[in-house]
């Protein structure tokens, strides 16, 4: 982004080739537009339902607080009259989408959930528009506005339910008529005409175009369709996404920043510091963690791409002067700029002991088998599991195996296996078999003792953490359980027993008879207590002569002050 906003000053206030940024900039929107509708394919009805809060409470508290803060900070430089001051701080509350949803989808972080609320806010910041245009209609008297505010209103509302309308009804069976013919091209033609159409929709109405386009897409987050859908728009996303990049750097009216240098070296960090302080605060309020709060804020305090037109607009109807305009527009663009190298700064004061965590999303979760913790040991136990034909769900607690994962085409749910909400949520009364792959003894207790009660009747597969453990699991009544380490240790003995000279069927029979010692062992300490079944160990050299089933036991431990220590924690 930074490198797009560079060329674009170089090309345009630098050396002047192109010198019309402003018209550019229009038609360079629709990379907005095209990003809008890839992340509506993302979300479905359903889960923008589940974001209502975020978006009317957190977005309407971003807007209105920081829009009064910077209104104040505005009125007090004295630059500006009240009436231009509160159209000011309001234009400077809004962020831009463009910039925020790049970086969240350039770091893989737009379905984590400080991902989400920043896209609630974005989202409601474009459904602000319509009163803040209206605002500068009442502001101005109405002298050169064509329609009341509450017209205005309707229009907008009146609008959104047509797309709803056209988007449940019309969209599906379009596109299912269209994928009978086979055509890719008309796929493609008419995947734009439903971007383009619904963009224009919503701007005849009075909102944004993006708010258009991420209706349609949301109105096809349940076709069939979405992924080729999302493939046929991508490189028009691409293309004119960074075209509005460079359009930015080629708006920048350097002769501005010149003549006011001083004022805009310390406007554009009071207002940047002005957001991200209030954003951090409003979203710390609303039960965000520390490190989450932190990303909102260093990903939201630049000015927003809907400031070009909100000023613009003001000046026109002279709520301000055009060259006051024109500084804002500049005030907003450096901080466009500032925004990627703040993001990455965010990351020194993240506390790195912080659990990451992932929206709750369960669409589509329910099969015979519920797997509690994609670790090493669950992985490879999933490959067996598909490879059989079978589904399987998958929940983990760790954003960074979930992202991982995904990159492998694994379907995994972010959820904590501990709470009984997520384990409904994730299909457990429909799941056969629950496995508990978790890596920490801990947590594997709680879920297990949380399934035992709540679904008795459910199957339990469970790893244990070492000998100790899995006595503990047999002792509370488990259907199997099986230590990590016993099946890598066998093999890894057998392996050595080949590299020295034993053969392969001796090796193998010799790794049998200590598994079936091993069995043994165990179940008798289940009865008896830890220290059962100790003869059955092997201290010393067997050389049996012709080779037998091993049959000499190990003298006992007595003398060895490691004995218990060894036989308590080792996975032997």
Do not use: C, N, Y
């Given at each position: 982004m930074l490198g797009y906003l560079a060329a674009g000053i170089v090309i345009g206030p630098v050396f002047h080739g192109i010198t019309d940024g402003e018209q550019i900039l229009a038609v360079a929107e629709l990379g907005v537009?095209?990003?809008?509708?890839?992340?509506?394919?993302?979300?479905?009805?359903?889960?923008?339902?589940?974001?209502?809060?975020?978006?009317?409470?957190?977005?309407?508290?971003?807007?209105?607080?920081?829009?009064?803060a910077l209104t104040a900070l505005a009125w007090f430089s004295e630059v500006l009259d009240w009436r231009g001051s509160i159209v000011a701080?309001?234009?400077?509350a809004l962020s831009s989408t463009a910039f925020a949803m790049q970086i969240l989808e350039g770091d893989g972080d737009v379905n984590t959930r400080y991902g989400q609320r920043s896209f609630s806010m974005l989202l409601f910041q474009d459904l602000a528009i319509v009163p803040l245009l209206a605002l500068i209609t009442v502001l101005d008297g109405g002298g050169k506005g064509s329609n009341a505010p509450l017209t205005?209103?309707?229009?907008?509302?009146?609008?959104?339910?047509?797309m709803i309308v056209m988007g449940r009804y019309l969209l599906t069976p379009l596109f299912q008529i269209?994928?009978?013919?086979?055509?890719?091209?008309?796929?493609?033609?008419?995947?734009?005409?439903?971007?383009?159409?619904?963009?224009?929709?919503?701007?005849?109405?009075?909102?944004?175009?993006?708010?258009?386009?991420?209706?349609?897409?949301?109105m096809l987050a349940e076709s069939s369709y979405r992924h080729e859908l999302e493939a046929d728009i991508e490189p028009f996303r691409g293309v004119l996404l960074a075209i509005f990049f460079i359009a930015v750097g080629l708006s920048l009216e350097l002769d501005v920043l010149v003549d006011n240098a001083l004022f805009v070296i310390v406007a554009v960090p009071i207002v940047m510091a002005v957001k991200a302080i209030i954003i951090y605060g409003l979203c710390r309020i609303s039960g965000s963690p520390h490190n989450d709060a932190i990303r909102i804020a260093f990903?939201?305090?630049?000015?927003?791409?809907?400031?070009?037109?909100?000023?613009?607009?003001?000046?026109?109807?002279?709520?301000?002067?055009?060259?006051?305009?024109?500084l804002l527009v500049a005030i907003v663009t450096l901080s466009m700029a500032l925004t990627p190298i703040g993001a990455a700064l965010s990351k020194r004061l993240l506390n790195g002991d912080e659990q990451e965590e992932l929206d709750e999303d369960f669409e589509g979760a329910g099969a015979d088998v519920l797997m509690v913790g994609f670790s090493r040991f669950g992985q490879i136990a999933a490959q067996i599991l598909l490879a059989g034909g079978r589904s399987v769900t998958v929940i983990d607690f760790s954003a960074d195996r979930i992202r991982q994962a995904s990159s492998f085409g694994f379907r995994i749910y972010f959820g904590d296996g501990t709470r009984k909400d997520v384990l409904r949520s994730a299909g457990i009364d429909r799941a056969k078999i629950v496995l508990v792959c978790t890596q920490k003894k801990e947590i594997t207790d709680k879920v297990v003792e949380l399934v035992q009660a709540d679904y008795p009747h459910t199957r339990l597969y469970v790893r244990s953490y070492d000998r100790i453990h899995s006595i503990e699991l047999r002792n509370k009544g488990i259907d199997y359980e099986l230590r990590e380490t016993l099946e890598s240790?066998?093999?890894?003995?057998?392996?050595?027993?080949?590299?020295?000279g034993v053969s392969e069927a001796d090796a193998h029979e010799i790794g049998e008879d200590i598994r079936k010692r091993d069995?043994?062992?165990?179940?008798?300490?289940?009865?008896?207590?830890?220290?059962?079944?100790?003869?059955?160990?092997?201290?010393?050299?067997?050389?049996?002569?012709?080779?037998?089933?091993?049959?000499?036991?190990?003298?006992?431990f007595e003398d060895n002050p490691l004995a218990g220590t060894a036989d308590a924690t080792a996975d032997a």
């Open positions: 537009v095209f990003l809008l509708f890839i992340i509506g394919l993302e979300l479905k009805p359903s889960r923008l339902w589940q974001m209502r809060r975020d978006i009317f409470g957190l977005g309407t508290a971003q807007v209105v607080v920081t829009g009064l701080g309001f234009g400077l205005d209103f309707a229009v907008a509302v009146g609008a959104v339910a047509a269209i994928a009978r013919t086979g055509a890719r091209e008309a796929m493609i033609a008419a995947a734009l005409f439903v971007v383009m159409g619904s963009a224009s929709l919503m701007q005849l109405a009075g909102l944004s175009m993006a708010m258009g386009a991420f209706l349609s897409g949301v990903l939201l305090p630049q000015g927003g791409e809907f400031g070009f037109v909100l000023f613009t607009t003001a000046g026109v109807v002279g709520l301000m002067s055009t060259s006051t305009a024109s240790g066998l093999l890894f003995g057998r392996r050595t027993l080949e590299a020295l069995e043994a062992r165990l179940a008798l300490q289940v009865s008896e207590g830890l220290q059962a079944g100790r003869d059955m160990l092997f201290s010393h050299p067997v050389r049996p002569e012709p080779l037998v089933k091993p049959k000499r036991a190990a003298d006992p």
